[in-house]
């Protein structure tokens, strides 16, 4: 059987710091890259970081041992662009980079598997695009796989959860395989 990584996206990473599930990560082999931590992990660092920000840096620092950093070909080329102009922003510089890992982890071992969690609708737009060695896997689907193998009671509850702390949440599922 081939290795399957658990490869989030920023939004996920917020989303089950609301509802308390962070701890369901630890069931999985996590691979989060450089920005993604950057956008998730690290924000719970900077003064007026939100409640979510602030759960996903302690579990950051209890759970490091346990998470798999990735440096990215995509983050090295935002550190170089920030030595000249510090403030430099990228849009959708995560799921890029998430991009770069899958394209990476193809080259270095062809019979990995990475299931990508998300959100927004990047990853559905630009599916084609990512390498065949993925599947992706909406938050509202992650939630109801937690549930149907026992690391959760109520998918339901768990949305509702999120959507009280994050309006925006999208209940909308989906898995595409790009197998």
């Known amino acids: 059987m081939r290795p399957t990584l658990l490869v989030p996206d920023a939004g996920p990473l917020f989303s089950l710091a609301a509802a308390d599930l962070l701890h369901v990560l630890l069931h999985t082999q996590l691979v989060v890259t450089d920005i ?13 970081a939100s409640v979510e920000a602030i759960a996903l840096r302690a579990f ?34 995560g799921e890029l980079s998430i991009q770069s890992l899958l394209i990476d982890l193809r080259a270095s071992n062809p ?56 309006p925006t949440f999208s209940s909308e599922v989906a898995m595409i395989d790009r197998a």
């Not at 993604?36 to 007026?48: H, N, S």
């Not at 080329?77 to 000249?84: D, F, P, T």
């Open 60 to 93: 950051f620092v209890k759970h490091a041992k346990d998470l798999d950093i990735q440096e990215t070909n995509v983050g090295r080329l935002l550190q170089l662009a920030r030595r000249v102009a510090p403030a430099t922003k990228v849009p959708n510089i």
């Open 111 to 166: 019979a990995a598997r990475a299931l990508v969690l998300f959100e927004d609708a990047w990853f559905i737009r630009n599916a084609i695009a990512l390498p065949r060695n993925c599947t992706l896997i909406s938050t509202s689907a992650f939630l109801m796989n937690l549930e149907a193998v026992g690391l959760i009671p109520s998918a339901a509850e768990a949305a509702a959860r999120i959507r009280g702390q994050r």
């Open 36 to 48: 993604v931590k950057e956008e998730t992990f690290d924000r719970g660092k900077l003064k007026g």
